[in-house]
């Protein structure tokens, strides 16, 4: 199993970006997935998750109105659409499956996550 991040880069404050999580070795459309941050310095953050079957969606506080999450099942790739971009929003960004996605509570990586290397975002003028 391999879950592989791109679509990062150095972006302008206010551009968008978007990012792309492509998996083999499984179908990502049966398992939640979620996007996580870690700025430097910093703690690592769900950003984004969507359950599976695409029922529920969390976002971030700090980035509601301001990012979306979809699926292309064909693709078998989650995205994650950054539009309006801040500098604080400057981290290396991870997709994960199996994220912990409940009602009301924000969105955590799985127990034990094994991290890929994710795709830098940096968001400077």
């Known amino acids: 199993v391999q879950l592989v991040e791109s679509g990062g880069g150095l972006v302008q404050p206010g551009g968008s970006l978007r990012l792309s999580c492509v998996a083999s070795?499984?179908?990502?459309?049966?398992?939640?997935v979620g996007w996580f941050r870690q700025a430097p310095g910093k703690e690592r953050e769900g950003v984004s998750c969507i359950s599976n079957g695409d029922r529920y969606t969390y976002f971030a506080d700090s980035v509601k109105g301001r990012f979306t999450i979809s699926r292309d099942n064909a693709k078998n790739t989650v995205y994650l659409q950054m539009n309006s971009l801040k500098p604080e929003d400057t981290a290396i960004y991870y997709c994960m499956t199996n994220a912990l996605l409940l009602p009301g509570r924000p969105c955590l990586p799985p127990p034990g996550a094994s991290w890929g290397q994710g795709t830098q975002v940096t968001v400077s003028s």
């Open positions: 070795g499984l179908t990502l459309d049966y398992y939640p």
